[in-house]
């Protein structure tokens, strides 16, 4: 049941275990706690960024873009169609009249059905090691603390300061009208993901950043690829930060003045500058816990932070920032958390999470995925590299497709075939990328990788197939 009891600290309610947040977080406690008096605490929705404001609405976004491009690209298949209208509306309604409700009947799950668990619904934070204010007027100490409370949108202060109406990813994805001229600020994988939503269904879309290219952090090759391609399509402003933003005279959008002198003139602004972990507003001093130079919660490999029985996942302490990666972190602390309990005064066989073969991808327009080293990586690291970039126009199915644009690139060890990472733009790209993953994280040469096995044909496959054939191993 929800809690607001108000008590002070000395007669504070004790819980064997406290999670802050309901996104990952909530996620391992299943029925191995179920003989443990729980506190589950939340500010916020349930279900947290990725449920709500991230990755699976985005990706019902994306995919309706994706459609309406298909349309339009149509002709070079000989199928004459196009995109009579786009009912954004309708849209708005088939994503959140999905995900509300998800996150709805989570919150209705804990408050009412689970009678180990009591929830807190405020601003959580440390005021002492393990002892919390809830937010609600109560103050509660537990054995075990979990941090997971995810990030937070990063606006510039030119933005910030200026008084000017903007939209992040938090919200961006609710206006059931879609802006005529929609500028983005940003170069990352949200800017690179919203421009292809909102050009998608109809939004001419400008993008604005201080990078130099889309996708920065990306294999050089592929960020350049991609921002090419970009360019096409988009109206790009790289190397030209905000100087200033301010309404336009008739009370909308915005109007931005860039650093190289470029005036742009908007009916919505989206800042997609990237996200900050929200670390800073847990009372991290006065539980103990250590922060990083860049504001995260620091933890070692068990996920354990600097105070004793205090836990950490997810986007609050983690650099990557990806969905996958919190939920392999909260199988790892739900796993330790009772190790820890089981062991007593014994040293606790824990289980170290496994960060060493990390994907990604963007979901824009082609998508791109990732995995291990880029080019330059692998050359500052190995001294014998060998590269093979493998064109979707060169295979079958590529022809069937008329892509001219994907392409895939493999990396090696040229002396003992070890795959160092992949990099593929283009067509289910996401898709793609998971033999490579596969590969790298069960120890599978590039040579036993392409000759071990079947490969469809004529698949979409092959590209990865015939890049690994192209290695020099």
Known sequence: MTDSAHSDSAGAEHFDVAVIGTGS??????????????ALLEEGVFGGTCLN??????KMFVYAADVAESARGAARYGVDAHVNGVRRADMVDRVFGRIDPISAGGRTYR?????NVTVFEGHARFVAPRTLDTGTGAIITADQVVLATGSRP??????ARSGVEYLTNEDAMRLEEAPEHLIIVGTGFIAAEFAHIFAGLGSRVSIVGRSGRMLRHLDDEISAHFTGLAGGRWDLHLTAPVRSARRRPDGTGADLELDDGTRLSGDAL????GRAPNADLVGAAAGGIDLTSDGRVRVDEYQRTSAAGVYALGDVCSPYQLKHVANHEARVVGGNLLAERAAGERPAELRAADHRFVPSAVFTHPQIATVGLTEAQARAQHPNVTVKVQRYADVAYGWAMEDDEGLCKVIADRDTGALLGGHIIGAQASTLIQPLIQAMSF???AAEMAHGQYWIHPALTEVVENALLGLDV
């Open 25 to 38: 977080g909530n996620t391992f406690l299943d029925e191995r706690y179920a003989h443990l008096k729980v």
């Open 53 to 58: 404001v991230g990755c699976i609405p985005t």
């Open 111 to 115: 408050v009412e059905d689970c009678d």
């Open 154 to 159: 990063v606006v510039p202060d030119a933005i």
């Open 270 to 273: 989206l800042v997609a500058v």
């Open 443 to 445: 120890g599978l040469g």
